[in-house]
């Protein structure tokens, strides 16, 4: 093997050698030969922005073939009542849309902020963060107390550790809400 590496090495070098590439230096800037940096970067720009619909088409078929082949599969599942497809299946269902959603929407945050709007944008993600925990912290009380209510009206102990679990919690996840974003200086 390290012959046959060495055989090609050697040939390539040697065909270099006996037929060499002529090469010009030409200067990036201050030339009048061919557009400058601001020309080609705008040149590229507008050729990605003349292809963006037809991407978003390609994107959006690709996506939609995706699902309806997850259809498909598991319409063939159910009538061959086969486990492992159905899985597969409701997961295609599940993560397409999903999938879809999210990248739409980075695609939308990426092409409408700018320098100035990218601080806004991080203190509006963190309020939603932060708000949603205290949100998701009233709703596990809520669950807790209901809980709580099945374990006195029943007495079964599995709804009261369910209680003080969902509870301690709600607890946990409000300090977090409230201490992180001074802790990691973003508040």
């Known amino acids: 093997m390290k012959k046959v590496t060495f055989h ?10 006996l ?3 002529n090469v010009e230096a030409s200067p990036l800037m201050g030339s009048k030969k061919g557009p400058t940096l601001n020309d080609q970067l705008g040149i590229w720009t507008d050729g990605i922005n003349d292809m963006a619909p037809t991407v978003s088409f ?15 599969r598991m319409g063939y599942s159910i009538v061959t009542k086969t486990g492992q497809i159905m899985k597969g299946s409701t997961g295609i269902l599940i993560w397409v849309p999903v999938t879809f959603f999210f990248i739409r929407i980075l695609i939308l945050i990426m ?4 320098s ?12 939603l963060v932060r708000t949603t925990g205290y949100f998701t912290s009233i709703g596990m009380v809520l669950i807790g ?5 099945f374990y006195k009206l029943i007495e079964h102990p599995e709804y009261g550790r369910w209680s003080k679990r969902l509870c301690v919690t709600a607890a946990l996840l409000t300090l977090l ?7 990691l200086g973003a508040a």
């Open 8 to 17: 090609i090495a050697l040939f390539v070098f040697s065909f270099m050698y």
């Open 19 to 21: 037929f060499p590439l």
């Open 58 to 72: 390609l994107f959006s078929a690709i996506f939609t073939v995706m699902f309806l082949a997850g259809v498909v």
């Open 111 to 114: 092409f409408t902020t700018d």
């Open 116 to 127: 100035n709007n990218v601080t806004l944008l991080a203190s509006d993600i963190i309020s």
């Open 145 to 149: 107390l209901v809980l709580f209510f």
């Open 177 to 183: 809400a409230t201490v992180m974003p001074f802790v």
